[in-house]
């Protein structure tokens, strides 16, 4: 696990997503959450590492397909598709270089969306793309839900990187 968050930073760090000073400090958060497991240590709240779990007791992967697809809500309920994304991601994203990264493609992909929309709406020819756009994005959600739970990051098509 260490050494894949590691991998992760430095990825980032490569990127340019995150600046040099980030990735030092998270990556001694990772030395130091790694020693604490190891040796038993308690956080400041009297619980051991392995007793809490910052991601609702989901694995890492499970939780970011999660946030992928609680996108769907909106189906549902007006909206609530675009706050659960957003707070699964600001109450973790201090906690895992991976759910930032995830959030932040996911926030990219709402507003470039909604700016699509937006313009298509405001044209006569855009309303029949709308529901091509509605269709992309179901399929762009669904692929992006089936790489984290496997795994892997797959950046949204179509977006504007306004969080980065």
Not at 17 to 27: A, F, H, L, V
Not at 67 to 92: D, K, Q
Not at 130 to 153: M, T
């Amino acid at each position: 696990m260490k050494y894949e968050d590691l991998k992760i930073l430095d990825e980032l760090r490569e990127k340019g997503s995150i600046t040099e000073e980030e990735y030092q400090r998270e990556k001694a958060k990772v030395l130091a959450d790694d020693n604490r497991r190891y040796s038993g240590h308690n956080d400041n709240r009297g619980y051991s590492r392995s007793q809490r779990n910052p991601l609702f007791g989901m694995t890492q992967n499970n939780y970011l397909m999660l946030m992928h697809l609680s996108m769907f809500a909106s189906l549902f309920t007006f909206f609530v598709g675009v706050v659960i994304p957003i707070v699964l991601w600001a109450i973790n994203k201090d906690n895992s270089a991976e759910v930032d990264r995830h959030g932040k493609n996911i926030l990219n992909l709402i507003v470039s969306y909604a700016i699509y929309a937006a313009v298509m709406t405001i044209t006569i020819i855009g309303i029949p793309l709308l529901l091509v756009l509605f269709i992309v994005l179901i399929v762009v959600v669904v692929k992006a839900a089936i790489k984290a739970s496997n795994g892997e990051y797959w950046e949204y098509p179509l977006t504007i990187k306004f969080f980065k």
